[in-house]
C-alpha cells in the first residue's frame, strides 16, 4: 500500500510539471479526479474502454500470465463504475484456450462485440473469434472463423445491420488481407473476400463510403486510402494519398469515417522526432501534432465534438541513449486543432491505450510498471485533462 501511495505522489507531481497548453477561466477542477491500478492475475495490455448504457464502464484488456511453465493468454473484461470500483470482471474463455483482443464494439442495443484471435499454438495457426455479451458481462453469442491459417486482425466496425471486419490471412506463404461482413441479428458470416491485389498489411479498420465502396488505409512508401468496390474487391484506381503536404514518412494508424469523410490520425517524421498528424480527405486539410521528444500513437476515440488522441512521449534520460516513455493524451475539436495536449508520468515506462469523455470528464485506460510488470491503469480527468 505504501508502494501505491508513493507511485500515486510522483504521478501528481509529474502531471502538474508537465502539464501544458490549458486554456484561462475555466470552470473549477472537479475534486472526484482520480488514478486507479487495477492489478489483475498477470501482465496487462488494456486494448479500450467503452461507456455502458447503465452508467458504468466497459474496459477490455490483454493479459499473460503463466501457469506451471506455461504462458496463458487471456482477454480480462472489467465492469467499472464511475468512481473506479470495479462491479464485475471475467477472464475470456474460460477455456484452456488462448485469446487476444483486437477491438471493442458498443452496439447501440448495448451489446458489445470483441473481436479477437484464438492461437493455436501446437498447429501454429489461429482462429478470427468475434464474441458478444452483454452489459452484465453475460456471454451471447462466439462467431469464428477458421481457415487453417494465421490472422492479423485490424478492426471491426458496424454498417447499418452488418458487423464489418479486416483482417490479414497468412496462409499457404501467401498473404492478402480479407474483409468480411457478419449480420448482426444472427451472428453468422456473410461472407468474407480477399483483397488480393493489397499484399501489404492495412493499417485500419475497415469502412463503407458513400457509394458503398470499402475504405481502409494501409502504408506501403507512402500512405494510402484504398478505395474498393464491395461485390468482388476489385481495385478502383483512385487510391488517395493521405497528407501530400506533408512528410515523405507519412504513416496512417487510425481510420475514422465521420459523415462519410474519411479522417485519417497517424505518425511522421518532423525535424527528427517522430510526431502525430490529422488527415481530412473532404477538406483536404492535415497538420502536424505532439509533444517534444518523440510522440507514438495507439488509439484516437470521436467525441461529440472533437476526439480522444491516447499513446506516449518517448525521450531520452540525462542525455543517455536509455530512453523512458510518458504517457501522452490530446484532446482535439472537430477540425483536428488542439484543445489541449499532455505529456507526464513517473519514472516508470507508460502509455495511454484509450479514452472516452462522459459529460465533463475524461475516461482513460492505459499501463505502467507496477510490481515488476505491466499492470492496468484508469485515469479519470476533468474536461482539460487535469487530475487535480
Given at each position: 500500500m505504501r508502494k501505491l501511495l508513493i507511485y500515486i505522489l510522483i504521478l501528481n507531481i509529474g502531471l502538474l510539471q508537465l502539464a501544458c497548453n490549458t486554456e484561462e477561466g475555466l470552470e473549477p477542477v472537479t475534486p472526484k479526479n482520480y488514478f486507479k491500478i487495477l492489478e489483475g492475475r498477470g501482465t496487462d495490455n488494456p486494448i479500450a474502454i467503452r461507456s455502458l448504457s447503465d452508467g458504468n464502464l466497459l474496459i477490455v484488456s490483454n493479459t499473460t500470465s503463466f501457469e506451471q511453465g506455461e504462458q496463458i493468454r487471456k482477454i480480462r473484461v472489467l465492469k467499472i463504475d464511475?468512481?473506479?470500483?470495479?462491479?464485475?470482471?471475467?477472464?475470456?474463455?474460460?477455456?484452456?484456450?488462448?485469446?487476444s483482443a483486437k477491438d471493442v464494439l458498443k452496439l447501440t442495443n448495448d451489446e458489445i462485440v470483441i473481436a479477437s484471435t484464438s492461437i493455436n499454438s501446437i498447429a501454429e495457426d489461429s482462429s478470427l473469434v468475434f464474441y458478444k455479451i452483454n452489459?452484465?458481462?453475460?456471454?451471447?453469442?462466439?462467431?469464428?472463423?477458421?481457415?487453417?491459417?494465421?490472422?492479423?486482425?485490424?478492426?471491426?466496425?458496424?454498417?447499418?445491420?452488418?458487423?464489418?471486419f479486416i483482417a490479414q490471412e497468412f496462409k499457404d506463404q501467401t498473404s492478402y488481407p480479407i474483409i468480411g461482413r457478419i449480420d448482426l441479428s444472427s451472428s453468422n458470416i456473410i461472407d468474407i473476400k480477399s483483397a488480393e491485389k493489397y499484399?501489404?498489411?492495412?493499417?485500419?479498420?475497415?469502412?463503407?463510403n458513400a457509394v458503398g465502396e470499402y475504405i481502409w488505409a494501409y502504408n506501403r512508401t507512402r500512405s494510402y486510402l484504398a478505395k474498393v468496390q464491395p461485390n468482388l474487391l476489385q481495385v478502383n484506381d483512385q487510391e488517395i494519398h493521405i497528407g501530400n503536404n506533408l512528410s515523405s514518412s507519412v504513416k496512417a494508424e487510425k481510420l475514422l469515417m465521420i459523415n462519410m469523410n474519411p479522417i485519417v490520425f497517424g505518425e511522421l517524421t518532423q525535424n527528427g522526432n517522430n510526431q502525430l498528424f490529422y488527415y481530412s480527405q473532404e477538406s483536404g486539410s492535415s497538420f502536424v501534432f505532439g509533444e517534444s521528444g518523440d510522440v507514438f500513437l495507439?488509439?484516437?476515440?470521436?467525441?461529440?465534438?472533437?476526439?480522444?488522441?491516447?499513446?506516449?512521449?518517448?525521450l531520452q534520460i540525462d542525455g543517455s541513449e536509455n530512453r523512458q516513455t510518458n504517457f501522452y493524451f490530446s484532446r482535439r475539436n472537430a477540425n483536428g486543432g488542439e484543445i489541449f495536449s499532455k505529456a507526464f508520468g513517473t519514472n516508470e515506462n507508460e502509455e495511454l491505450m484509450d479514452a472516452l469523455m462522459i459529460n465533463d470528464g475524461i475516461y482513460t485506460i492505459g499501463k505502467t510498471i507496477f510490481g515488476g510488470e505491466n499492470t492496468l491503469i484508469l485515469i479519470k480527468t476533468d474536461a482539460f485533462g487535469r487530475l487535480q
Open positions: 464511475l468512481n473506479g470500483n470495479v462491479l464485475n470482471e471475467r477472464y475470456l474463455p474460460e477455456n484452456n484456450e488462448n485469446w452489459s452484465n458481462l453475460d456471454s451471447l453469442s462466439a462467431t469464428t472463423h477458421h481457415n487453417s491459417a494465421t490472422y492479423n486482425l485490424y478492426g471491426v466496425a458496424e454498417d447499418q445491420n452488418e458487423l464489418l499484399d501489404v498489411p492495412p493499417a485500419t479498420k475497415v469502412y463503407r495507439n488509439n484516437v476515440q470521436k467525441t461529440e465534438s472533437g476526439y480522444l488522441v491516447t499513446g506516449f512521449q518517448s
